[in-house]
């Protein structure tokens, strides 16, 4: 007897693929804030840059950034402000922005207004934080840093970009 081995037999008797199937993690379609992706993507570049010219600073270099005698960087990442417990803060910039790019990318089963949310709530911290160092620069080191205000206006940006997005989210309902 001869056996049918063409494509057509063992396609009509194989069952319909991933039937049944549990799926897998990878398979789970996610949901992108694009514009915190680009944000975080600039902060962790701004605080890296800081963290180099900290370290410039340190080593009793010029970053170059002394435009006069009110704009330096170096005065401002150099003072007892520039760093917090040995650590330069660029590094800490470059953590709120690494957990700013962590929260862009959420999965379908996370509510999107609870993702939105989130998002608001870190913005607000490093909103918050931007505030008290921009004083701190400006009112006690009396100086302004152009790299550190970068990152001001970024963690500006960012708290905005959030802020609309819960906006956005109310009004659906």
């Known amino acids: 007897m001869a056996t049918d081995l063409s494509p057509r037999s063992s396609e009509s008797h194989a069952p319909p693929p991933h039937e049944g199937a549990p799926r897998s993690a990878s398979s789970t379609p996610l949901r992108v804030a694009w514009p915190h992706v680009v944000l975080g993507v600039l902060g962790m570049a701004a605080g890296a ?5 900290h ?20 005065q ?3 003072s007892s ?22 929260l862009s990318v959420s999965s379908a089963t996370t509510a999107p ?9 870190v913005a607000s911290v ?27 206006v970024l ?10 997005s819960v906006w956005k989210m109310r009004r659906l309902v």
């Open 76 to 78: 401002v990442l150099g």
């Open 113 to 121: 207004r609870s993702a939105a949310w989130q998002r608001l709530a």
């Open 55 to 74: 370290a410039l600073v340190m080593a009793g270099k010029s970053t170059g950034c002394g435009v006069s005698e009110t704009i330096s960087c170096d």
């Open 126 to 152: 490093g909103l918050a934080s931007s505030l008290v160092l921009a004083c701190l620069s400006l009112f006690v080191i009396g100086k302004f840093c152009p790299v550190c205000a970068t990152t001001h």
């Open 81 to 102: 402000y520039g760093a917090v417990f040995g650590i330069p803060l660029g590094v800490y910039g470059m953590l709120f922005w690494a957990i700013v790019l962590l």
């Open 49 to 53: 840059f800081a963290v180099y010219e």
């Open 155 to 164: 963690s500006g940006i960012n708290f905005l970009v959030a802020a609309w």
